[in-house]
């Protein structure tokens, strides 16, 4: 039965705790009807508390890797500066710098068409696919099936009475669905050796095509609900550039100062959905730009905290 276990559940989700990076699970817990998430009770107690807690996550908080940095030289954990920062390093040949944190807080942005400053990090790198693996997971897709893309509940509601779904026309084809492409994918995976990321905390991918007059308004990667579950929130998200369209197709950050970034066939975009303190950044929601000509075709993949694997294992996904 769904119920609120507290009188003040009512007054706690109008202050929009329901979905609150310090009262999410609280809120769940308690109060599942005011939040109007009575659908996901079963799943969040089948899956609340399942991680170990002395499993290793990807990624760790800004201060801890700090405080640990100057204690060993030899630190094997990353945070999320740290990671984009050794990316870059690494492969400074073919990252393009799209946007980036200022260490200066008050250093004003730099020119529209450099390098954006004082925003999260965005990363372009160039050439991770040739044009033959391309053309190989779009023909992967047609051979999986298309089918309309969907907006999930579950993925993009804020608790909030008044909170209108993102709109989308685009077509899907599921990787999950079919062994050839997830086959397909894991070999690619080794080419995201540079990453430095583990494979089990790569979700599976999706292909979307966007035909003329495709698009999808503003929408985030980050899943709330992720946050109890084994494999913890998507930290990253990846784009591989699968084809261009002619015109349009762009993919917009609203809250970047309506930052535009054009795919480019081959290459991998790639940003955080969570901030130095691995909670939910809102400056990362995007829109893909209605498509005028041509055809566009991502696939995309998100990386997790903590392992995605054994987190499916467990009915958790």
């Given amino acids: 039965m769904c119920k609120n276990s507290l009188k003040e559940c009512a007054y706690y989700a109008s202050k929009g705790l329901c979905y609150a990076d310090h009262a999410f699970i609280f809120m769940m817990n308690n109060c599942p009807l005011a939040c109007m998430m009575c659908e996901y009770i079963e799943t969040f107690h089948q899956c609340v508390g399942k991680r170990h807690p002395f499993e290793t996550p ?5 201060h801890y890797h700090n405080h640990i940095a100057r204690r060993s030289e030899e630190n ?15 492969e400074k040949k073919r990252v393009h710098v799209i946007s980036k944190p200022a260490k200066d807080r008050n250093l004003v942005r ?7 400053v004082n925003y999260p990090y965005i990363f372009q790198i160039d050439d991770i696919l040739t044009p033959k693996e391309c053309d190989e997971f779009i023909e992967m897709g047609n051979a999986v099936g298309w089918i309309k893309s969907t907006v999930d509940k579950v993925d993009n509601f804020n608790g909030k009475h ?22 397909k994918f894991n070999g690619i995976i080794q080419k995201l ?5 583990p494979a089990n905390h790569f979700e599976i991918p999706q292909i979307d095509r966007y035909p003329p007059r495709g698009y999808y308004t503003t929408h985030h990667d980050f899943r ?19 084809s261009e369209a002619t015109s349009g197709g762009s993919i917009g950050f609203p809250d970047m100062d309506f930052l535009l970034v054009k795919p480019k ?6 940003w955080p959905n969570v901030d130095g303190n691995l909670n939910h950044d809102e400056m990362t929601k995007k829109e893909i730009m209605p498509v005028h000509e041509g055809d566009l075709y991502l696939l995309h993949t998100h990386i997790h905290l903590f392992d995605l694997a054994s987190s499916t294992e467990k009915g958790c996904k």
């Fill in 224 to 242: 709330r609900h992720d946050d109890y579950k084994p494999a913890g929130p998507r930290v990253l998200s990846i784009y591989l550039v699968l």
């Fill in 193 to 197: 050796a540079l990453l430095e990321a």
């Fill in 265 to 270: 066939r081959g290459s991998l975009l790639i």
């Fill in 58 to 62: 990807f990624l760790v908080e800004e």
């Fill in 162 to 183: 008044d909170y209108q779904m993102p709109q989308r026309n685009s077509e899907t084809a599921k990787c999950d669905t079919s062994e050839a492409c997830i086959d």
């Fill in 110 to 116: 730099a020119d529209r068409n450099l390098v954006r």
């Fill in 76 to 90: 094997a954990l990353r945070s999320l500066s740290s990671f984009f920062e050794i990316l870059r390093l690494e």
